[in-house]
């Protein structure tokens, strides 16, 4: 079975662009959880999703960013405008039936100038 | 705010070796515990859950658990090279998990 997939793998942009993340859980799973990992912060939880309702945004930094997940098999982060700051790496995770046993996409390096 | 709290590291051990690395929690609601594994420039990728008191063994890998003291920890026995990675420990409180900073392992021949 293929694993979560995300795309782009790596993202370099300007300050003032917009960036959109894109996710595919895990077939079948219903959870949907995006991360941002940085040196300083480590792993932070931004949004969850819960088949296809987001749950917990309390992680989101800011308006600047926003998630959708229009069906099981999709879900996007936007960041717009971007900054030098949202430089990270990007996770998406999924799990099946709870927010456990989570299984991490490989991630999107971003980088912004 | 939910702490988790591991040493950083680095933690350097010899070959064959058994490696400790430990985590506490601040939440005494916590119900379930992990320890994800991460290498260099990979995904984080769970390798071991306990969700009750005791010890746990899955292969060369046993968690560790006690509640009262709010502590986690993972002992890796016969650590070999491969073992090089960053281990983060994660505690699910209601309703997510709230992930350490991590603690970097190396293992040396």
């Known amino acids: 079975d293929a694993g979560v997939i995300q795309s782009p793998r790596h993202e370099v942009t300007e300050m003032g662009q917009e960036v959109t993340l894109r996710c595919k859980p895990i077939s079948g799973h219903d959870y949907l959880f995006w991360y941002r990992q940085t040196m300083m912060r480590g792993l932070e939880l931004l949004i969850y999703?819960?088949?296809?309702?987001?749950?917990?945004d309390s992680g989101m930094p800011e308006d600047r960013f926003s998630a959708k997940m229009p069906n099981a098999s999709f879900s996007t982060l936007k960041i717009q405008p971007s900054e030098p700051r949202d430089s990270a790496v990007y996770f998406c995770?999924?799990?099946?039936?709870?927010?456990?046993?989570?299984?991490f996409g490989p991630g999107t390096r971003l980088l912004v100038l | 705010q939910k702490e988790v709290e591991q040493n950083s590291g680095p933690l350097s051990v010899p070959e064959g070796a058994i490696a400790s690395l430990n985590c506490t929690y601040s939440?005494?609601?916590?119900?379930?515990f992990f320890w994800y594994r991460q290498y260099s420039g990979k995904s984080p990728e769970l390798i071991m859950f306990?969700?009750?008191?005791g010890d746990k063994e899955d292969g060369r890998f046993t968690a560790q658990l006690n509640k009262a003291s709010q502590y986690v920890s993972l002992l890796i026995r016969d650590s070999q090279p491969s073992d090089s990675a960053t281990y983060l420990c994660a505690v699910s409180t209601l309703g997510r998990l709230y992930f350490g900073r991590g603690t970097q392992l190396t293992v040396w021949p």
């Open positions: 999703f819960n088949n296809n309702v987001p749950i917990d």
């Open positions: 306990i969700y009750s008191n």
């Open positions: 939440d005494r609601g916590s119900q379930s």
């Open positions: 995770a999924s799990s099946l039936g709870g927010v456990e046993t989570q299984y």
